[in-house]
């Protein structure tokens, strides 16, 4: 089972400032099987990066994945008051299927 | 509108069981792979079971392997999880999440329903 670390656990920012969250495998991932999902509080996750670096349909430009192998990176570039969330990623790469523990980004 | 919505949640005994269901809508649900996903409150998501397009093939998370079964019926636009032996430990809310293929970009769950409660309790 491929093992996703998120680091940090909790990110403290202000709006308007850049939020760099991560995600490390246990072994080596295929960039193609690699997502992110934001979930708000009392909401279903919702998709923002599939494939590493591509956006899902409305999602904002501010938001940006990248990295490979074993190191993924999501990074928002200014945050806006409705990206404070919480923030997991995911791959599809082997089975079963493994999240990260989420990343939970509050305002400072 | 592409939609997903669970049902069947509630409180049952631990020893019991429970179906869950998922509603499709908007989209050609006989297309695509489906999961389930679950959270236990105050905690992340995980993945439970998903199932091919035809229900030919089936694949769980190690730990619920035997308990749960997940199952589909495309004339009814349904993705189904049967739910037995239930532990305190299956509380979590469900959620059921389509998978969709961006070409060479891979897998990702594009669509989510709004989950469904589950309580194992005395």
């Known amino acids: 089972e491929i093992v996703l670390t998120q680091s940090p656990g909790t990110l403290s920012l202000s709006p308007g400032e850049r939020a760099t969250l991560s995600c490390r495998a246990s072994?080596?991932?295929?960039?193609?099987?690699l997502a992110w999902y934001q979930q708000k509080r009392g909401q279903a996750p919702r998709l923002l990066i599939y494939g590493a670096s591509s956006r899902a349909t409305g999602i904002p430009d501010r938001f940006s994945g990248s990295g490979s192998g074993t190191d993924f990176t999501l990074t928002i570039s200014r945050l806006e008051p409705e990206d404070f969330a919480v923030y997991y990623c995911?791959?599809?790469?082997?089975?079963?299927?493994?999240f990260g523990q989420g990343t939970r980004l509050e305002i400072k | 509108e592409v939609q997903l919505v669970e049902s069947g949640g509630g409180l049952v005994l631990p020893g019991g069981s429970l179906r869950l269901s998922c509603a499709a809508s908007g989209f050609t649900f006989s297309s695509y792979w489906m999961n389930w996903v679950r959270q236990a409150p105050g905690k992340g998501l995980e993945w439970v079971a998903n199932i091919k397009e035809d229900g030919s093939e089936q694949y769980y998370v190690g730990s619920l392997r035997g308990r749960f079964t997940v199952s589909r019926d495309n004339a009814k636009n349904s993705l189904y999880l049967q739910m037995n032996s239930l532990r305190a430990e299956d509380t979590a809310v469900y959620y059921c999440a389509r998978t969709n293929y961006f070409d060479s970009s891979g897998y990702a769950f594009d669509i989510w329903g709004q989950g469904t409660m589950v309580t194992v309790s005395s």
């Open positions: 995911q791959q599809y790469d082997n089975s079963p299927i493994t």
């Open positions: 072994q080596s991932v295929s960039s193609s099987q």
